[in-house]
C-alpha cells in the first residue's frame, strides 16, 4: 500500500463546478501538506502548502485537512478550462526526512466549456 | 519571478552511456532535490543536498550519483544507463527550513534508446 492514495479520477466537469480532490495518507508522521498542479509535460507548481488541521483559501482553492481522519482535500470554486491538469498531494513528514516529498498518483482533471 | 533552470530540457543517450543533469536553483535558495517522474507516475524522490551535503536520499540507483556545488547547482551524473531510465527528471529547490515549500523546474526528459 502507498503511504499516499489519492482518488485517480479521472475527472471531467463542466466550467464553473465545484471541483473536490481527495488524498488519504497512512503514517501519522506526515506534517506538511501541499497541492500541485501539473501540465502535461511540465514540471509540478505549487498551489497551497498547510502544516495543520483546518481550512486554507487562496482565491479560488481551498485545501482542507483532517489529521484525525488521515485526509486532505482541495476544492476548487467556479472551474475554468485553463484549470485542466493533473493535481497531485504531496506529503512531507518532517523531522529526519525532512523535505522529501511524497506524491499520490495524480488525478486528471479536465473542465470543459 | 526567477524559478529553477534545469539543462539540458531533452537529452537522448544510447544504453550504457553516462548522462549529467543540471539544476540552478532559484536565488538564496540552499536546498536542492531530485525527483524521477516515470509516464503516468507521480514523482519520485531521489535525493536532496542541503549547503552542499546529502540530506537525504530515496529510490535512486547506485549507477547514479548527485552533489551540489558552492554556488547552490546540482548536477545528476547517471552512468551505464538504462531503457527504464527514460523518464522526466525534475529538480526541485527551498529555502533552509522551508522544505515543504519546493518549487519545481521544468525537467529534463531524457530517452535512452
Known amino acids: 500500500q502507498k503511504e499516499v492514495e489519492q482518488d485517480p479520477g479521472p475527472l471531467s466537469v463542466p466550467e464553473g463546478a465545484i471541483v473536490s480532490l481527495n488524498c488519504t495518507y497512512s503514517?501519522?508522521?506526515?506534517?506538511?501538506f501541499m497541492w500541485y498542479r501539473q501540465y502535461s509535460r511540465k514540471g509540478p507548481e505549487l498551489l497551497m502548502y498547510t502544516y495543520s488541521s483546518g481550512n486554507k483559501e487562496d482565491g479560488r482553492f481551498t485545501a482542507q485537512v483532517d489529521k484525525s481522519s488521515k485526509y486532505i482535500s482541495l476544492f476548487i470554486r467556479d472551474s475554468q478550462p485553463s484549470d485542466s491538469a493533473t493535481y497531485l498531494c504531496a506529503i512531507n513528514a518532517g523531522g529526519t526526512s525532512y523535505g522529501k516529498l511524497t506524491f499520490g498518483q495524480g488525478t486528471i482533471l479536465t473542465v470543459h466549456p | 519571478a526567477a524559478g529553477v533552470i534545469q539543462s539540458p530540457r531533452h537529452l537522448i543517450k544510447e544504453k550504457r552511456e553516462t548522462a549529467t543533469l543540471k539544476c540552478y536553483p532559484i536565488p538564496r535558495h540552499d536546498t536542492v532535490y531530485w525527483y524521477q517522474q516515470g509516464p503516468g507516475q507521480d514523482p519520485q524522490f531521489l535525493i536532496s543536498?542541503?549547503?552542499?551535503?546529502?540530506?537525504d536520499k530515496g529510490s535512486i540507483p547506485d549507477r547514479f550519483s548527485a552533489q551540489q556545488f558552492s554556488d547552490y547547482h546540482s548536477e545528476l551524473n547517471m552512468s551505464s544507463l538504462e531503457l527504464g531510465d527514460s523518464a522526466l527528471y525534475f529538480c526541485?529547490?527551498?529555502?533552509?527550513?522551508?522544505?515543504?515549500?519546493?518549487?519545481f523546474g521544468p525537467g529534463t526528459r531524457l530517452t535512452v534508446t
Open positions: 543536498f542541503y549547503e552542499k551535503m546529502q540530506s
Open positions: 503514517n501519522s508522521a506526515f506534517q506538511y
Open positions: 526541485a529547490s527551498s529555502r533552509s527550513g522551508t522544505g515543504s515549500e519546493q518549487y
